[in-house]
């Protein structure tokens, strides 16, 4: 099995080189970094730390899609740019989607703060994966690269992308979680505060349910992003 991680980034300079290192440490057989327009040295740290890097217009959505149209691995695995996959993460990615009737998994989320509400919000999360098989894009969702292709890829309408495909695959079947945990940022519940962050998710769930656009969604969740400095837009650009 031969696992393609692709990292959507925008101005993830700091913290880039660390998902890239324990991504290529655990098992993959490439790391592509698909960046988006950042004015911080993000794409310049990332071929540094060994990974791949597509330069795309921003938009997560559309930079997975991008990242997965050159991907050569028969499992695609997407990992956001502030998160960190445990060890020897490959072999959980092989023992989930050998199950039976599996089709897509992720892992259990741990946020890298020690406050006892991210642990509240942490529990949450993991009973709503394992229970209802709807893990979100910073569990680290992965799945077959036919899979992927089969059901279009990720919607590229600015917000929702990660919830939207996880209920295209659930009629697919099922989305199981791996018994170890990611560990992801706190920067935006720290920012914007634990509870306002967490109403807001469940908010913005809502808002995708009767049918807000895309556009909307995001800004409502921009909170806890960083201010990044006027820039030309992207072009498309291929390395």
Known sequence: MNVSVIIPALDEHAGIGAAIDRARGGGASEVIVVDGGSVDGTAAAAEKHGARVIETLPGRGR???AGAAVATGD???????????????????????ARPGVVAGAFELRIDAPH???????ASANR??????MPYGDQAIFLPAATFHQIG????????????????????????????????????????????????????????FAGVSGRRIARWRRCGEPIRPTAPAAVPQYR
């Open 116 to 122: 006892r509400a991210l642990r509240l919000v942490e």
């Open 75 to 97: 499992v695609l695995l997407f990992l956001h740019a502030d998160t960190t996959l445990p060890a020897a993460y490959a072999g959980h990615v092989a023992r989930i989607l």
């Open 153 to 208: 890829g990720y919607s590229e309408a600015d917000a929702m992308e990660d919830f939207a495909i996880v209920r295209s695959l659930r009629r697919l079947g099922r989305v199981s979680i791996a018994p170890a945990h990611v560990t992801t940022s706190a920067r935006r519940w720290l920012a914007c505060g634990i509870w306002r962050t967490t109403l807001l998710n469940q908010v913005c769930v809502a808002a995708w």
């Open 63 to 65: 930079q997975m899609n």
């Open 128 to 133: 709503r994966s394992r229970w209802l098989g």
